[in-house]
């Protein structure tokens, strides 16, 4: 089964066991003690936040939210003001989030992997799928939007 036939959802739930597994295994040491790590619920939190608003937006625009399925609509505003990926940055913070809550060290290496892995096998292909059905405003959206933050 090639990579990219694994939707993002399924690789974010096998970061989030490599966090789980490289706390319980492989704590390394305690960044993070309690109460402190709670801040990696609400870190969590606006994560899923922001992955719901994202969800209703594609619902209002009446467009795909699936990987490589053809966008009927370029959504530029809510969180894509700030951000062309707001799904994968929701993830991130979610993986980010639970990392906090871990505690210790290692589960911090998960969010730095999980970003590359993204990029290569879903936002540059759905990028260019953009530019290709919306070529002059997916152009001026890139230029101002920058990709993560």
Do not use: C, D
Request: charged content about 10%; aromatic content about 14%; overall charge positive.
């Amino acid at each position: 089964m090639k990579a990219q036939r694994i939707p993002p959802p399924i690789w974010f739930a096998v970061a989030l066991a490599f966090v789980v597994v490289l706390h319980r295994y492989l704590p390394l040491a305690s960044l993070i003690p309690a109460p402190w790590h709670y801040a990696g619920i609400a870190l969590a939190a606006l994560g899923a936040a922001l992955a719901v608003w994202t969800v209703v937006l594609f619902r209002r625009a009446r467009t795909t939210i699936i990987p490589f399925q053809e966008s009927s609509a370029l959504i530029t505003s809510g969180p894509y003001r700030f951000t062309r990926n707001p799904i994968y940055l929701s993830m991130a913070s979610l993986l980010l989030g639970a990392a906090v809550f871990a505690g210790s060290l290692s589960p911090f290496v998960v969010v730095p992997a999980f970003i590359p892995i993204t990029e290569k096998l879903f936002i540059s292909t759905e990028e260019a799928m953009l530019a290709q059905r919306f070529p002059a405003e997916y152009a001026a959206y890139s230029a101002r939007v920058r990709r993560w933050l």
